[in-house]
């Protein structure tokens, strides 16, 4: 069973940094477009960033700026996300998704799959 798997969160001072990791489990077919969320306490899920297949981005206005999201690896199936400039406001659980074809064919169902969710905290 296919799995995306996160890693990078944690406790860090205003003004610090982060980066989070997040990878499938094995290998999948072609990526449509990786991308993290954030819940915050309370909050619904929202948009953090976005990446998809052909490089272009799209963030939310209130991280604009300060995180830049990234892909590497084989088959560019590992996305990160590099966190500056921290505020308490981006205290959360961020998840990870990606939206993936199913087969080789272009015309392939597409599936779509959520990390487990890894906890940043922005506190002095």
């Known amino acids: 069973q296919v799995q995306l798997v996160e890693s990078g969160g944690g406790l860090v001072q205003p003004g610090g940094s982060l980066r989070l990791s997040c990878g499938f489990s094995r290998r999948v077919y072609s990526i449509n477009v990786m991308g993290w969320y954030r819940q915050g306490t309370g909050k619904e899920r929202e948009l953090v960033a976005v990446i998809r297949s052909d490089g272009s981005t799209n963030y939310a206005d209130s991280v604009r700026g300060r995180f830049t999201i990234s892909r590497d690896g084989a088959n560019k199936n590992t996305v990160y996300l590099q966190m500056n400039s921290l505020k308490p406001e981006d205290t959360a659980v961020y998840y990870c998704?990606?939206?993936?074809?199913?087969?080789?064919?272009?015309?392939?169902?597409?599936?779509?799959?959520w990390g487990q969710g890894t906890q940043v905290t922005v506190s002095p």
């Open positions: 998704h990606a939206n993936v074809y199913t087969g080789p064919a272009i015309e392939s169902p597409k599936a779509d799959y």
